[in-house]
């Protein structure tokens, strides 16, 4: 279908409906055609009508919600980072309650994320070995153990926090999570 012939088809609508159609009116009785929203809303210029712009505040909407979302997700990392001091892989921000899906879905990738918020992936610093969903007394009287062996003294917190990360929330039958 050629531009006049659509151009002709809106105006016709507009009468038929009293008001100027949405594309999805336009589709509705005229079928699916080839233009896109955006043309849409300049052929119903063309045609003498203004545009229908409740598609166009969604979309900023939409796209409001996006940003808000994503500087949230930034903020939310920013907090984590900050608590672990070392970069998180996606399995350890999964744990930490950041979906690596939503990442992907809202930044591409991991690493574009990782680009967005300004931190970069430090090869010569790894993350404790510790970071684990979940974790009972036993590991970390292992871990208390295996650090006082090697500094031949009973660690303090900081110590065994520099080494193995911090850990929020010990439960006394539970575990706990080192975000």
């Known amino acids: 279908m050629d531009e006049n012939q659509v151009i002709k088809n809106i105006k016709k609508l507009a009468e038929k409906l009293g008001k ?7 589709h509705a009785e005229y079928g699916n055609t080839s233009f896109y929203k955006v043309r849409y809303n300049s052929l119903v210029i063309k045609a003498g009508l203004k ?19 994503k500087k949230e997700l930034k903020e939310e990392f920013m907090q ?12 350890e921000i999964n744990e930490c309650g950041i979906s690596s899906e939503v990442i992907r ?3 591409g990738t991991y690493k574009g994320f990782l680009k967005e918020v300004g931190v970069t992936k430090d090869k010569d610093m790894k993350s404790p070995k510790i970071v ?10 292992k871990q208390i153990k295996e650090l006082a062996a090697k500094l031949k003294k009973i660690p303090t917190k900081e110590e065994y926090e520099e080494k193995y990360g911090k850990i929020v929330g010990l439960r006394q039958y539970g575990g706990s999570q080192v975000c």
Do not use: C, M
Not at 20 to 26: A, D, I, K, L, R
Not at 53 to 61: E, G, L, P, R, T
Not at 133 to 138: H, P, V
């Open 105 to 107: 879905y809202y930044f």
């Open 132 to 141: 684990e969903k979940n974790f009972n007394r036993e590991v970390i009287l």
């Open 80 to 91: 984590i980072y900050n608590r672990l001091k070392f970069v998180p892989t996606k399995k």
């Open 20 to 26: 100027n159609p949405s594309v999805h009116e336009y």
């Open 51 to 69: 545009p229908n712009i409740a598609y166009n505040k969604d979309s900023v909407k939409k796209k409001e919600n996006h940003l808000k979302k």
